[in-house]
C-alpha cells in the first residue's frame, strides 16, 4: 500500500478542504454552513489533511466533542482513491492519536460501502438515530483505541 499520512490543516488549506467538500455528489454538503464549520475545525485544530505519498486526496475532521470520546464528524476522500483502502489507513492513524479510549463515527443506513469499511477497520455497531435525514436513519459506530490516557 502506499505512504498514507495525516497532517493537521492550516488556513491556507480551506479552498482544498471545501473543494474536496464540494466534490460530494449531495446537495446538503454545500451549504454556507458547511464552510463555516470546516474553518471552525480548521481554526481549532480538528481538520487534517489526508496524504497519499504525499499528495493530498481529502480531509477529516476529528475532536472530542462526542461524550469526551474521539469523534470522526467528516471524511471525505477524492473519489479516485476510494475503494482502496485509505479511509481505513485514515480511521486507523485517527485510532493511534485518539487521546480517548473509544473513537465513534456515524453514517446514513444508505451509506452501505462506508458500513462494510467500518466493520473492514474493526469498527463496531454502537446503534442508530432516526429523524436526523427524513427516511435514512444515522448509524453508530465505535472503536476501541486501547489508549489509556483520557482527555480533559
Known amino acids: ?20 467538500d464540494y466534490s460530494l455528489d449531495v446537495v446538503e454538503h454545500i451549504e454556507l454552513k458547511r464552510e463555516e464549520k470546516i474553518t471552525k475545525a480548521i481554526l481549532c485544530e480538528e481538520c487534517f489533511i489526508i496524504l497519499v505519498d504525499n499528495r493530498e486526496i481529502g480531509f477529516v475532521i476529528f475532536d472530542y466533542r462526542f461524550f469526551d470520546q474521539g469523534w470522526v464528524g467528516l471524511i471525505v476522500i477524492d473519489e479516485e482513491y476510494r475503494g482502496k483502502g485509505i479511509g481505513g489507513k485514515t480511521f486507523d492513524l485517527i485510532c493511534k492519536q485518539c487521546k480517548a479510549n473509544k473513537v465513534f463515527t456515524s453514517t446514513n443506513s444508505s451509506n452501505i460501502p462506508m458500513q462494510k469499511a467500518l466493520t473492514k477497520v474493526g469498527f463496531s455497531f454502537a446503534g442508530k438515530i432516526n429523524g436526523l435525514d427524513d427516511g435514512d ?8 483505541t486501547n489508549n489509556r490516557e483520557t482527555k480533559s
Open 137 to 144: 436513519p444515522e448509524l453508530f459506530y465505535y472503536k476501541k
Open 1 to 20: 500500500m502506499k505512504n498514507i499520512s495525516l497532517r493537521k490543516a492550516t488556513i491556507e488549506d480551506k479552498a482544498l478542504v471545501v473543494d474536496f
